[in-house]
């Protein structure tokens, strides 16, 4: 089955960047998600990789790929302080199992210092 | 559009007693999750529709709890009775059947369920 795995927390300076990793087991996992949620609130989708892409930019947001080491990385570029969240990594592949329903990692909290 | 909607916010309860939570999805999402989050366990599906019609329901603990969809704009999740390791929070997502070509869900705010 499909195992997505998180590094619990990172701290980081305000203005620096931040990157937060993630790990797949499954290796047609098609579609990649990174989601944040702030306290008390829902998951809000950041942005999303398919898995015959290698990266994504999105004005600060970059995703990475690697698709041999099933690994997949979302870098933060100049964080600020309203970055802080829990951002959890999630995957789905509908066309080989049929589910649309996400698996998501346990989420990786980011601290940002002023 | 509004998002998805949640009621209660937060409910509290005492053990025994019938809850009852409510979703309204996006309009024009034909895909409703339930999914339930947790310290120990993090985020986990618990059913999703399609189409009003329920698709996977297999991560339902047990038979103390159950979901509708009576319509295309409301499903309700009953837990009857609660039990205090029901404490969760409890969001609802939709999807639609085609998106921008992925499958992305967008989230309520969730219930926050307190079961003393």
Known sequence: ?114 | DAGVIQSPRHEVTEMGQEVTLRCKPISGHDYLFWYRQTMMRGLELLIYFNNNVPIDDSGMPEDRFSAKMPNASFSTLKIQPSEPRDSAVYFCASSPELGTGNYEQYFGPGTRLTVT
């Open chain 1, 1 to 114: 089955g499909e195992d997505v795995e998180q590094s619990l927390f990172l701290s980081v300076r305000e203005g620096d960047s931040s990157v937060i990793n993630c790990t797949y087991t499954d290796s047609s996992s098609t579609y990649l998600y990174w989601y944040k949620q702030e306290p008390g609130a829902g998951l809000q989708l950041l942005t999303y990789i398919f898995s015959n892409m290698d990266m994504k930019q999105d004005q600060r947001l970059t995703v990475l790929l690697n698709k041999k080491d099933k690994h997949l990385s979302l870098r933060i570029a100049d964080t600020q302080t309203g970055d802080s969240a829990i951002y959890f990594c999630a995957e789905i592949d509908p066309l080989d199992t049929g589910r649309r329903a996400l698996t998501f990692g346990s989420g990786t909290r980011l601290q940002v210092q002023p």
